[in-house]
Antibody, heavy 119, light 106 residues
């Protein structure tokens, strides 16, 4: 069965970096795009961008350029989200979610990773 | 950028019908997807491409889309339907979420 399993919660100090992983199983990893979605405490879902799992080419949504990096390791079917120079406002749950592109939907989601930024 | 507008909250009596709207400019020309999110859980797809239900989603969930409004309808609402609901579309190659609607079952 399809699963997206994310790494565990992180507690970081301001200015530090964090890398969140999303390991896919149960399907051909390169057949689906991988997206990242942020949810700040008590807030809605915010699409951060996606990475083409065939080419490794990332696309970042407005507001997620500069400190945010999407990457892959296709040998282990894993996508990564790295955030540098962390700020308190980066505190959120981060989800990975796959879609087929071409106006399709997010059919499977990871369980979410809570990143807390606090001194 | 494309904006989707949802009511902050909708209330429905147990067993009645809830309708959650998602407004956007000519949204009827787009494919609309709906997600349910319960507290502490990841979102779950409940409707895709306006009106299609994934396997495992009850028939009580249905969707429509026309003009400037898409609607998620939940018939015979149950206590377990209480959750946040988000609509989502594509704008060019970007994915866009509505702000979310909290459904309360009274």
């Amino acid at each position: 069965q399809v699963q997206l399993v994310q790494s565990g919660s992180e507690l970081k100090k301001p200015g530090a970096s964090v890398k969140v992983s999303c390991k896919a199983s149960g399907y051909t990893f390169t057949s689906y795009a991988m997206n990242w979605v942020r949810q700040a405490p008590g807030q809605g879902l915010e699409w951060m961008g996606w990475i083409n799992t065939n080419t490794g080419n990332p696309t970042y949504a407005q507001g997620f350029t500069g400190r945010f990096v999407f990457s892959l390791d296709t040998s282990v079917s894993t996508a990564y989200l790295q955030i540098s120079s962390l700020k308190a406002e980066d505190t959120a749950v981060y989800y990975c979610a796959r879609d087929l592109g071409m106006e399709s939907h997010f059919d499977y989601w990871g369980q979410g990773t809570l990143v807390t930024v606090s001194s | 950028s494309y904006e989707l507008t949802q009511p902050l909250s909708v209330s429905v009596a147990l067993g009645q019908t809830a309708r959650i709207t998602c407004g956007g400019n000519n949204i009827g020309s787009k494919n609309v997807h709906w997600y349910q999110q319960k507290p502490g859980q990841a979102p779950v797809l409940v409707i895709y491409r306006d009106s299609n239900r994934p396997s495992g989603i009850p028939e009580r969930f249905s969707g429509s889309n026309s003009g400037n409004t898409a609607t998620l309808t939940i018939s015979r609402a149950q206590a377990g339907d209480e959750a946040d609901y988000y609509c989502q579309v594509w704008d060019s190659s970007d994915r866009v979420f509505g702000g979310g609607t909290k459904l309360t079952v009274l």
